[in-house]
């Protein structure tokens, strides 16, 4: 069973930082883009950042200048490192990958995790 771990949330302050993690485990063949979406209470799930299989990265306009989202292929881990974190990044953090897998090695298909919360309070 393929599955994608978050780990690295929690209460920071404002102006804090903190660094999310996401691995993903099981029978992957191969991983396309890498992603984190947030969800803050009341409103739809947004993407926050996205890194292809070559590198190449896209941010939403709210946190550009302040997370950078990174990956190790070698572990099938992708990064998301918060700087200058604000009460409006209060959300919960999902990562999400395209992958081929074991049980559908011919196409790419969508992967979540089950979510973190990271609450940014003084």
């Known amino acids: 069973q393929v599955q994608l771990v978050e780990s690295g949330g929690g209460l920071v302050q404002p102006g804090g930082s903190l660094r999310l993690s996401c691995a993903a485990s099981g029978r992957i063949y191969s991983i396309n883009d890498m992603g984190w979406f947030r969800q803050a209470p009341g409103k739809q799930r947004e993407l926050v950042a996205n890194v292809t299989s070559g590198g190449r990265t896209n941010y939403t306009d709210s946190v550009k200048g302040r997370f950078t989202i990174s990956r190790d292929n070698a572990k099938n881990t992708v990064y998301l490192q918060m700087n200058s974190l604000k009460p409006e990044d209060t959300a919960v953090y999902y990562c999400?990958?395209?992958?081929?897998?074991?049980?559908?090695?011919?196409?790419?298909?969508?992967?979540w995790g089950q979510g973190i919360l990271v609450t940014v309070s003084s």
């Open positions: 999400n990958a395209e992958m081929r897998t074991a049980l559908a090695p011919r196409r790419y298909v969508e992967v």
